[in-house]
C-alpha cells in the first residue's frame, strides 16, 4: 500500500517508538516567541540543561508587543519583562532572536516562510495553535503545550501519539471574490470546529493547486479552527519558487539535492487516508461569521440557523453565543453596522492580504464610523508595502498602517475591541473576548474586510 | 520499547508530578460545548512569565465582572456544586495551544475534567500537568448533567489504574482509553524530558542519518 504525504514525513523523523505509546520525533525547526516559552526556559534552568541543538530554534517576540511606538520602551511593565525575558532567555542559551527593532522581526509564522526557515519535507513546531501555517510548504507543522518546548529544547524531539489522516479535496475553480479564507471558513462551517479533531489534513483538488503560496498559508493556518492538528499541501512548482533564493533556503548542490527529495513529497496514487472529504470550490461564496467559534459562519449574504436546525445539545451553546453577539437565529447579517475593521494576524498578515485590500479601497474613504487597524504581519511585508505604494493607496484612503505584531487577534496588546463593538476581522479566531472582553468578531477576508471599512456596515465584496 | 524497559529509564526521573490516585469526588457541571482555550483564560492574562496563579482566573470572564466581582450564577461561584471533578460539555479546550489553559484547571484544584470530546493539544496538556481527561459517550455525560442537577452531591470515582469512571448516582462505569506510556508517567508522577533524553544515542544517530 501506498504512502500518504504525511506518512513519509512522520516516518523520516521517528527517531524511536513506545509500544502502545507515543513516537519520539526529531523536530528540523523549532520557532519560539515570548508567550508561551518562558516557563520552558525556567525548566531548563531547574534541570540544569542546555539548549540541545540551538541553531534549530529562531525566536521573535510578536504575540505582546505594542503596534505603536515599539522603538520606545513597552510602557506595561508586565509585558516589558516578558519581551525582556525573551531576551535574556536568548542570550543565555545562545539563540537566534529576531527581537523589536529588528528588520527581521514579526509573527512567527509570517517570517518563518518569507526567511526561507520554512521548508518542504520538514517537522515544524512551536509554542503556538498556527503552527499549521508552514504546512502549505508540505511540512508537518504544528502547535505544542509549554512543556513540550521545554522537550524541544533539551532533546530536539517530541512525543507525539500518531494522528490520523484525513484528505480533503477542493475540486473546481474559485469565483470571483472568493479567498482561500473563504474557502477555509466554508470547509470548517461544514465540519465543524471540532470535526478534524485527531486528523492530520492534506488538502487536495484543482483549487488547491491554483492557490498562491500565501494563500495555501491562510488555509493551513485555519486547519486547527477545524481541530486537526495540522494541515499540509504536497510541495509543487509554486513552493519551490517562493522558497529559491530566501535567505536560509538551501542554495547550489544543497539547493538540487533537496529540490530532487521535496518532488518525492506527494501522496502515492494508492494510499488510503483514514478520512477523505471532497468539496465543490466553485459553490463557495464569500463568507463571515455570526457566532463565538470559527465553525459558525456562512455566506455573507446567508442567514443564521434557526434553532430548530440546532442539535439539542448544542442549543445551549448557541443561544449564548447569539446573546453574546446580539443577533438572532434566522436573521440575515448583511447590512449591519459594524464599528472595527482589522486587518493582519498570521492568517491573513502578508503583502497579498495588503494587495487585496488596498486595491478595493482603492479611491474610496473609509467610513467615518469605523475604526481600522491595519497591522503587517512582518517587518519586511511593512517594507515591501511602502515598495510597492500601497501605503499611498491606504492613506488616501484614509487608512494608516500600524507596526507589525499579533495586534488584536487576540488583544494581549492596548489593540482591544471595546465591549459590544463589532469587528470585521482577518484573524483566525472569534471566540468571547478574543479581541478583548465583551467585543464582537466576524471573521472574513480581506476583500469582506476592506468592503465593510469603506461602507461601515457588512458588505458583500462583489457590491462594491 | 516495552514499558518494563521504559520505566527502567525512568529510575532517575525527577518526580514533577505528584502520582495520580483513584479519586471519588462531587464535580462541578458546565453543560456548554465547544468551550476554547480563551475562555478557560483569557489571552489578557498570559502576561506571566511562572506558571502560578492561574487558577483565581480560570474562566475569568465567566467569573468575574468588569469589577472583578463574582457573577453569582456562574458555576463556581455556585457554593453548590464543589469538587475535584469538572464534567464539561463536548470539544472542551479546542482553539490556542495556550498551556496556561492547563495550568489554571490544575492551579484551581481540579484533577479531572470528564467531557465526551476534547481538543487534541489541550488533552496533552493536561496530561503533561497531571490532569486527567476522561472521554465518555455522549449518554454518561447527560446522565451526570442530569444527576448532578437533581442532587449536587452526585459523586463519580475515577480509576486510573483500571481506566474507569463511576456515576455512583446509577452505578454505571464506563471504561475509558489512555496510552500506557501517559498512565505510568500519571500514576508515578513522571514527566517525558528524562525519557527522551535518555534516548540521546538514538537521537544522535537519527541526526547522523539525515
Known sequence: MGKTLFDKIWDAHVVTAVEDGPTQLYIDRHFCHEVTSPQAFDGLRKRGLKVFRPEKTTLSPDHNIPTLNQEKPIADPVSKFQVDTLTKNAQDFGLTLYGLGHEKNGIIHVIGPENGLTQPGMTIVCGDSHTSTHGAFGAIAFGIGTSEVEMVLASQCILQPRPKTMRINFEGKLQNAVTAKDLALYMIAELTTGGATGYFVEYAGEAIRNLSMEERMTLCNLSIEMGARGGMIAPDQVTFDYVKGREFAPKGEAWEKALAYWKTLKSDNDAIFDREITFDASAIQPMITYGTNPGMGMAINGTIPTLDAIDEASRISFQNAMKYMGFSAGEKIEGKQIDYVFLGSCTNGRIEDFRQFAAAVKGKMKADNVTAWLVPGSWMVEKQIKAEGIDKILVEAGFELRQPGCSACLAMNEDKVPAGKYAVSTSNRNFEGRQGPGARTLLASPLVAAAAAVTGKITDPRNI | ?210
Open chain 2, 1 to 210: 520499547m516495552k514499558i518494563c524497559v521504559f520505566l527502567r529509564h525512568l529510575r532517575s526521573n525527577i518526580k514533577i508530578m505528584e502520582k495520580f490516585k483513584t479519586i471519588t469526588s462531587t464535580f462541578v457541571p458546565l453543560p456548554i460545548e465547544n468551550v476554547d482555550t480563551d475562555q478557560i483564560i483569557p489571552a489578557r492574562f498570559l502576561k506571566a512569565t511562572t506558571k502560578d496563579g492561574f487558577g483565581n482566573n480560570l474562566f475569568a470572564d465567566w467569573r468575574y465582572d468588569k469589577a472583578g466581582n463574582p457573577i453569582t450564577d456562574f458555576v463556581l461561584n455556585n457554593p453548590t456544586y464543589s469538587g475535584e471533578v469538572l464534567v464539561a460539555g463536548k470539544n472542551f479546550g479546542s482553539g490556542s495551544s495556550r498551556e496556561h489553559a492547563a495550568w489554571a484547571v490544575a492551579g484551581y484544584g481540579f484533577k479531572v475534567v470528564v467531557s465526551s470530546f476534547f481538543a487534541d493539544i489541550f488533552k496533552g496538556n493536561a496530561l503533561n500537568n497531571g490532569v486527567l481527561p476522561v472521554v465518555v459517550s455522549e449518554s454518561f455525560l447527560a446522565d451526570l448533567f442530569a444527576e448532578v442537577n437533581a442532587d449536587p452531591k452526585t459523586t463519580v470515582t475515577v480509576d486510573l489504574e483500571n481506566q474507569t469512571i463511576t456515576d455512583n448516582k446509577s452505578g454505571k462505569k464506563e471504561t475509558f482509553q489512555i496510552n500506557a506510556y501517559k498512565k505510568n508517567c500519571l500514576l508515578n508522577g513522571y514527566d517525558d524530558i528524562d525519557f527522551l533524553l535518555s534516548n540521546k544515542d538514538k537521537i544522535e544517530a537519527w541526526e547522523k542519518n539525515n
